[in-house]
């Protein structure tokens, strides 16, 4: 981790980025909010929004910005957000693979981004699905409904909102 020294703090090297279906490419969004609607059986959630979130670690800012539109996005049918995500009312929940589990995702986005640096180490990817669910009455048991509904416990855990400062995985020995 660098250190920064104008401004006396750490700065993160894991990059963020958000990609979501622009509006009428959103079917599985559509999808969902409909999906929940009637499992919860409410009319409370007015839309849902998915958000594919990307955390890169160890690829230079050149290789970034080009792997945006052809390794992170459909630059057609995708809308990208960088480190942040749109201002919007909504509740959010991250759903991310539990450590161990093969993320197909993030594999095939760092093998892909190898590519376009092959002079440097590979390149660490995490992912997450954020889901936006959007309702002024939806509250928090709902959230822990729709939370229940969305993750399966043997392969994947809700997921930090907060960017790491390492995708660097740190396991205690037995």
Do not use: W
Request: overall charge negative; charged content about 25%; aromatic content about 6%.
């Amino acid at each position: 981790m660098p250190f920064d020294c104008q401004r006396r703090i750490i700065v993160s090297q894991v990059r963020r980025i958000y990609a979501e279906k622009r509006p009428g490419y959103d079917v599985a969004a559509q999808q969902l909010c409909h999906e929940l609607c009637e499992v919860l059986g409410t009319q409370a959630i007015e839309r849902v929004r998915v958000f594919q979130r990307y955390d890169v670690e160890g690829l230079k800012e050149t290789a970034l910005e080009s792997a945006k539109g052809i390794i992170f996005s459909e630059p057609n049918v995708d809308v990208l957000y960088d480190e942040n995500l749109p201002e919007m009312d909504a509740r959010l929940l991250a759903v991310e693979y539990l450590p161990g589990q093969y993320d197909q995702r993030a594999d095939s986005a760092s093998q892909c981004l190898q590519l376009l640096s092959p002079d440097e180490d590979r390149p660490k990817v995490a992912c997450a699905k954020v889901y936006a669910i959007e309702g002024v009455n939806v509250t928090s048991q709902m959230m822990e409904a729709i939370a229940a509904h969305l993750i399966n416990p043997v392969e994947s855990r809700r997921a930090s909102m907060d960017k790491p400062e390492t995708l660097a995985m740190h396991a205690d020995i037995p």
